[in-house]
């Protein structure tokens, strides 16, 4: 049964293995950006230089810690992640 996750959640983990956030910070810088799609859905984006290099990591990180993760690039729209919970 799926169940719902936070998007702190998801930057947590991120955050917890080195790879910052570009939204909690006093100025912008590089990082990921999560967005609550819904309570089941959490949508991941990178800011910044090497987008998808990024993302692919995270995608990484985020599997191994036993998230389920697809990559959607959206017509007309970045490159991002969906991710759910195990």
Do not use: F, K
Not at 7 to 27: E, Q
Not at 29 to 35: D, I, L, M, S, T
Not at 64 to 80: D, L, T
């Amino acid at each position: 049964m799926t169940r719902s996750i936070p998007a702190y959640a998801v930057a947590d983990t991120l955050t917890d293995t080195g790879h910052p956030s570009s939204t909690h910070r006093h100025t912008w810088a590089p990082g990921h950006r999560v967005h609550q799609a819904s309570p089941r859905t959490v949508r991941l984006w990178h800011d910044g230089p090497d987008e998808q290099q990024h993302l692919d990591l995270y995608a990484a990180v985020l599997r191994a810690a036993g998230y389920i993760v697809i990559a959607e690039h959206p017509r007309g729209q970045r490159p991002r992640l969906r991710v759910t919970h195990r």
